[in-house]
């Protein structure tokens, strides 16, 4: 397997001086190509900070982050504004969605930097028909259902055919049925050669992802990785 990312001591402080909160405290991490990785911690561990370093939507306060073996601290912000469009698919939890706009143009904002051409419409559609919302594309998204919604954002995150895919507990605003739906769908595209890496507080994710073949677990404590905790996920 080839070797994503790495993650060498990487630490997140925020605050000054006498209120500093160490989000992430020394973090060492391997992600091999082509994996899912379900990330499970207490609120507040540093689960949203170690996505958002990931994707280079933040930077860590030290310890290196090589994506393919190049260090992305050390690029200038150019070229990481390019890793980010061009590498990484960005799933949040709330959607994100620009209520205004209709489903395809929400897919299409990613591109809207670069101009939409013709095919970047095409390219949109066909990812409509396989999150099944084909016959949505010109729907408001405001008139849509929280799994309608997700699905929108699931296609927004491929329109650039990130390599990465980095989901922020997906499947956090919806029942239960649509939110196995999502994963499903979001493990088709690991299938399919992505990486995915599925931030959740859902026991159902992280059991479904740890039978799969090329499924992964990684927990989460205080900033630091911790072993799988004893304590029953599904008990308050
Ligand atoms: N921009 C910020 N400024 C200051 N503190 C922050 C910032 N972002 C996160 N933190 C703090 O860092 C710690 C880790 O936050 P993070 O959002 O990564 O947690 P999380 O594991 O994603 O939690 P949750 O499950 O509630 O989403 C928390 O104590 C949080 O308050
Ligand atoms: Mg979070």
């Given at each position: 397997?080839?070797?994503?990312i790495?993650?060498?001591?990487?630490?997140?402080?925020?605050?000054?001086?006498?209120?500093?909160?160490?989000?992430?405290?020394?973090i060492?991490?391997?992600?091999?190509?082509?994996?899912?990785?379900t990330?499970?911690?207490?609120?507040?561990?540093?689960?949203?900070?170690?996505?958002?370093?990931l994707?280079?939507?933040d930077?860590?306060t030290?310890?290196?982050?090589?994506?393919?073996?190049?260090?992305?601290?050390?690029?200038?912000?150019r070229?990481?504004?390019?890793?980010?469009?061009?590498?990484?698919?960005?799933?949040?939890?709330?959607?994100?969605?620009?209520?205004?706009?209709?489903?395809i143009?929400?897919v299409?904002?990613?591109?809207?930097?670069f101009g939409?051409?013709?095919?970047?419409r095409?390219?949109?559609q066909?990812?409509l028909e396989?999150v099944?919302?084909?016959?949505?594309a010109?729907?408001?998204?405001?008139?849509?259902?929280?799994?309608?919604?997700?699905?929108?954002?699931?296609?927004r995150?491929?329109?650039n055919?990130?390599?990465?895919?980095?989901?922020?507990e997906?499947?956090?605003?919806?029942?239960?049925?649509?939110?196995?739906?999502?994963?499903?769908?979001?493990?088709?595209?690991?299938?399919?050669?992505?990486?995915?890496?599925?931030?959740?507080?859902?026991?159902?994710v992280?059991?479904?992802?740890?039978n799969?073949?090329l499924?992964?677990s990684?927990w989460?404590k205080?900033?630091?990785?911790?072993?799988?905790?004893?304590?029953?996920?599904?008990?308050?």
């Amino acid at each position: 397997m080839i070797q994503l990312i790495t993650l060498k001591n990487v630490s997140k402080i925020y605050g000054e001086e006498r209120t500093t909160i160490k989000a992430l405290d020394g973090i060492n991490l391997e992600i091999e190509e082509g994996k899912i990785i379900t990330v499970m911690g207490p609120s507040g561990s540093g689960k949203s900070t170690l996505l958002n370093i990931l994707g280079a939507m933040d930077k860590p306060t030290s310890g290196e982050v090589l994506v393919n073996n190049i260090e992305i601290g050390s690029l200038p912000e150019r070229k990481l504004s390019n890793y980010r469009k061009s590498q990484v698919g960005f799933i949040f939890q709330n959607f994100y969605l620009l209520p205004n706009l209709n489903v395809i143009e929400n897919v299409l904002v990613p591109i809207v930097p670069f101009g939409i051409s013709e095919k970047d419409r095409i390219k949109a559609q066909e990812l409509l028909e396989i999150v099944g919302l084909g016959d949505r594309a010109n729907t408001k998204v405001s008139k849509l259902s929280g799994g309608e919604s997700q699905r929108v954002a699931v296609a927004r995150a491929l329109i650039n055919e990130p390599k990465l895919i980095l989901a922020d507990e997906p499947t956090g605003n919806l029942d239960s049925e649509t939110g196995k739906s999502i994963v499903e769908l979001l493990i088709n595209l690991a299938e399919s050669g992505k990486t995915l890496i599925i931030v959740t507080h859902d026991p159902r994710v992280v059991s479904l992802v740890a039978n799969h073949p090329l499924g992964e677990s990684i927990w989460i404590k205080d900033g630091k990785l911790s072993d799988q905790p004893t304590y029953d996920l599904n008990c308050w």
